[in-house]
């Protein structure tokens, strides 16, 4: 949910912020140069989900086994494609701000 901030202008660049909710947090924000403000206790909010995302991703995982190649098969392999691993999911920082 998008909207304006009555009253609210952008110190940089005096465009209107614009309000949104993401996650339980509002973030007020330029839609022009993208700099963000948060009210009373929404970086505290931030820091400490941050806190526990991090903790969680901080734990041993197991690690998928890499493929054994016998020697001089391995020069036309190409590591930047994923092979069937899944896709890595969004940090709740990355979810925030996007």
């Known amino acids: 949910m998008n909207s304006a901030h009555p009253g609210l202008v952008c110190p940089a660049c005096h465009v209107a912020l614009v309000m949104s909710e993401r996650q339980g947090v509002e973030i007020d924000y330029c839609p022009q140069c993208r700099g963000v403000w948060l009210d ?52 709740f920082f990355e979810e925030l701000f996007d």
């Open 40 to 91: 009373r206790g929404e970086l505290d909010k931030i820091i400490e989900r941050g806190s526990k995302e991090m903790a969680a991703y901080q734990q041993p995982s197991p690690q998928p086994r890499q493929p054994q190649y016998p020697q001089g098969q391995q020069q036309g392999y190409d590591q930047s494609h994923s092979h069937g691993y899944p896709k890595r999911k969004k940090s």
